[in-house]
């Protein structure tokens, strides 16, 4: 009779496990940025999105809230994913040398801090699977800029744009967990993904057809995310 309860804990600290794994690309992340193997860095990063996107259905599908209750996932996900999602990329930013010289520790700040705002307000996620300001995607967005080739002033112009609006409250759909086109949006992320890999593969010179179809997705992400976001503030209003 005692077997089961402790191998579900097993199991529930196996997940925890798997998502904290994330803490350790970032390591790797974070070496192959300072060693200028700027497509390795990218690889892992795809990795760290991989173990994003899926630990969280493991975690609620195995039940680990009700297997380790006195253990914050939720927190462990916010730390790995600040290190993936936000201090990589800023990193690259400096490293890289993505927008001018003398901006690129301004910008990587202004990326750092807001995102630690936004990792902290209490509505970051609501209960209904939105994320409230921008979402951090700063490994997206800074993977773009570099396949893109875009001038320096402008990738710092974007990316201070984007740090603003971290601020402003516009409510971006949760992709897997979003109650509106959930089946659509996660098969529309899934190619999306696939071309990434591809993309990530083929550096440091990319598919135009492959990098310009790749942008379907975020355009939807980010349309859909507007309009379901406005008719959420009309109906609450």
Known sequence: MTARP???????????????????IALL???ATFESRFRDAFFWLAVAIIIDSSDGVLARTVRVKQRLPWFNGAKLDDIVDYL????????FVWRSVLVPAAWTIPVASAMLLSSGYGFNREDAKTSD????????????VVFYLYVMHTSQVLNAIILLVLAVFVFVPIRYLYPSRTPYWRLLTILLGLVWGVMLLVMVWELPAVSPILLWGSLLFPVYYVVLSLVVGHRRVTVES
């Open 84 to 91: 993936t999602y936000v201090f990589v990329p800023a990193l």
């Open 29 to 31: 992340a974070t070496v």
């Open 129 to 140: 699977h939105f994320f409230t300001g921008f979402p951090s995607y700063w490994n997206i």
């Open 6 to 24: 402790t191998l579900t804990a097993v199991v529930a600290w196996l997940v925890h496990l798997y998502t904290a794994s994330s803490a350790v």
